[in-house]
């Protein structure tokens, strides 16, 4: 019922009264400070969140991004919760007011801040441990809520995409003192900045993944991404032109990323001449590299990693993966370049158990002593085979683990799958080694005529023979290629393409 000169004149003497038996001190948090957006209130917001203080409080502003599926509680104006931490309590209030509005010539708006109170002789420790505590929890929580993104390289730019992996450290089945010497290697990494700086080195660590296929090489990678919220630059080396090109890419990436150069024997001579692509990968690996108009050469690599350039940005992974790592040059497996050295091997029994309870939520089974058995017996079977095999029965947990056990007892020759890449040969390679055999000794003298598959491939020779006249008659080619086969030539259809393969190569 007072005017609010004699309120705020009222208020000032009675807080000027009662100020030295006054226990409490108190800090302001506004949202603007001198009109700029205060930094420091959206650290306590975040804090709040990050904390679930705001659980306490009668009244709260409930409200949801657009893109979030989580509800966010948040105090309502007046509130006040409670903080104990180190046995320390804190008071945290939500204030709001109106400020301007046609009294004060203009437009009306609200001012929030937070109110932080605790006693006066906690000052010390608020100022000091209470405060960074809050900042810290409140960075955390911001960086859980980081959305990441996928770049690839087009030439020296990148470009950049969502990027959604469900991949992560529970879901990826591997040996468990490894995954957790791994987890702790990137924890220490990521709270390196000071030790990084205080021993002279640039912030940046680097992993090499090596393993057969299907180990999970590329789920890592994601789950590393998503453990540390960092973004991954996916570099693919064939698309670069030269080494300014990887430079400039290279400057081009920001900090908290990963960037990842996957099968890098396949994309990198270490002789210094690049391959033609990663389709060397799947097909003939070893065949000598096709023409290429990019000049990245190792030494560019190498200064990638672990050169000056290397270090414009802070904060980075360099992940390599690779099937071969024998063929690695040593200069790129030297300590400080490539810090982690990380096998992913084929299933453990340890690796088969956290698969199962991922995939069939179990823990345990009567077969998983089979299983066991058949795995420490010598069996080799990488978890991608494993999770298709319980992916296909994860309704049916006995079918799931009998089919596998199964696939394991099965002897190698009848596995249709290869355990690795090497060892069985790509079946379009296979192909042309068992036509060639068959026109190189003459379709009749072939050792095992009797055997279905040598009379298919002679019905093949001939339907092709038959395809190289009728071709020459329509072309009216000059005819050359009647007479391939008697040389011992290979020819084949591909896609409904006639290809001749002499003996030097061409195609
Ligand atoms: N260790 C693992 N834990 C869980 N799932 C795995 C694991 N390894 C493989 N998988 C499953 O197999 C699929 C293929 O694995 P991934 O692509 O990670 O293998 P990779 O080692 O990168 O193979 P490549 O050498 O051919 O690139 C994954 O999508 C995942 O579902
Ligand atoms: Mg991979």
Redesign the pocket.
Known sequence: FLPPELNEFLVKWWERLIKPVNPFCVFHVPELESNITNDLYRVVQLHMRAAKLSKDADELVLSRDENEKDITFSLAAGEVVTETYEGVTVWWTHRTEKSGGKDNGGEEFEKSEFELKFRKKDKEFVMKKYLEYVTDNASEFRRQLRELSLYSNNDCYWECHNFKHPSNFD????EPELKAKVKADLDSFMRGEEFFHKVGRAWKRGYLLY?P????????IAAIANYLKYNVYDLELTQVYNNNSLKQLLVNTTSKSIIVI??IDCSLDLAGQRKAGKEGKSSNRDEPTTESTSSVTLSGLLNFTDGLWSCCGDERIIIF?T?HVEKLDAALLRPGRMDMHIH?SYCSFE?FKA?AKNYLSIDDHPLFGDVKNLLEGGKLI???QV?EHLFGNRDDPNAAITVLIEWLQKPEEQKPESTTKDETKDTNEEKKEEVAAVTENGAAENGDSSSAESAELRQEVSLLKEKVQTLEKNFNQKPAKADIMSNGEVLQVENGDLHHESDDGDV
Not at 171 to 174: E, G, I
Not at 213 to 220: D, E, N, R, V
């Open positions: 879901t990826l089945a591997m393993g296929p299907g180990t999970g090489k590329s789920s890592m996957e099968d993966t099937n992913m690796t698969l990488t978890p991608a999770t």
